[in-house]
């Protein structure tokens, strides 16, 4: 389904990303941890292309791209089987609710007005935010935002969503409504990578559990494996720091 290959990122000479090799599979739900400039939100960028590898290969579906000779076109497909939610919503201010997530079904998929809305009716019923639908973001509080953007990744029917720590913008009584949004979607089978350092959501809803330090994967596992018996000593030293909220 996901298939990275020896990626790596520099940054003006710094080198980000480290040699990730990476595999996922179909509605697997992978957790990503680690510390603050370890690289996790870089390797999710690199994944569909709003940032470019300087190296390596990613695959997704049927569609390969390798940062070497990458063409615009190989990234337009790579594009199209993800989506992204990002930390602070990137809704159209301008937009409604639901313009919102009709957008990219009309300019992108080509749907007519009538079939945009009619799909984007359901994802933001399931999202709990159909009687917000005609409301401007100025109108909504971050967690209604975020359901919206999540509502809207769903529109296109992606191979993967790609959450880049969806929670941290959010006041703390606002998390648990899209921590919820999220792990319904993972009981609906839908393939997610999540960035995030909401440890007691990362073991409760993860096939998998990665953890990133220095611009590579120091370990991998179950999240049994990673939070209750992690092999590597900066995994556990990172969890012991933040270890009160994985018990």
């Known amino acids: 389904m996901i298939k990275v290959e020896n990626l790596h990122k520099s940054f003006k000479g710094a080198e980000v990303l480290r040699g990730i090799n990476l595999e996922i599979k179909q509605s697997e739900v992978v957790s990503i941890l680690g510390p603050s400039g370890t690289g996790k939100s870089t390797l999710l960028r690199c994944l569909n292309y709003l940032v470019e590898p300087t190296k390596g290969k990613i695959k997704i579906g049927d569609v390969e791209v390798d940062a070497s000779n990458a063409t615009k076109k190989d990234i337009i497909e790579l594009r199209k089987h993800t989506s992204m939610v990002f930390q602070n919503y990137n809704l159209f201010k301008n937009k409604t609710a639901l313009e919102n997530v009709m957008e990219a079904l009309i300019v992108v998929h080509k749907k007519s007005k009538e079939e945009a809305r009619e799909i984007s009716i359901k994802l933001l019923e399931k999202v709990g935010m159909l009687d917000r639908k005609d409301f401007y973001p100025s109108k909504l509080s971050g967690g209604q935002q975020q359901r919206i953007a999540i509502a809207r990744a769903m529109a296109v029917n992606p191979?993967?969503?790609?959450?880049?720590?969806?929670?941290?913008?959010?006041?703390?009584?606002?998390?648990?409504?899209?921590?919820?949004?999220?792990?319904?979607?993972?009981?609906?089978?839908?393939?997610?990578?999540?960035?995030?350092?909401?440890?007691?959501?990362?073991?409760?809803?993860?096939?998998?559990?990665?953890?990133?330090?220095?611009?590579?994967?120091?370990?991998?596992?179950?999240?049994?494996?990673?939070?209750?018996?992690?092999?590597?000593?900066?995994?556990?030293?990172?969890?012991?720091?933040?270890?009160?909220?994985?018990?």
């Open 159 to 247: 191979n993967v969503i790609l959450f880049d720590e969806p929670t941290s913008a959010l006041d703390p009584e606002l998390v648990g409504e899209v921590l919820s949004v999220i792990k319904s979607l993972a009981k609906e089978g839908i393939t997610m990578i999540i960035v995030t350092h909401e440890i007691g959501f990362a073991k409760d809803v993860s096939n998998r559990v990665i953890f990133m330090d220095n611009g590579v994967i120091a370990e991998e596992g179950t999240p049994d494996e990673i939070f209750n018996n992690p092999k590597n000593e900066r995994t556990a030293k990172f969890l012991n720091v933040i270890g009160d909220n994985v018990k």
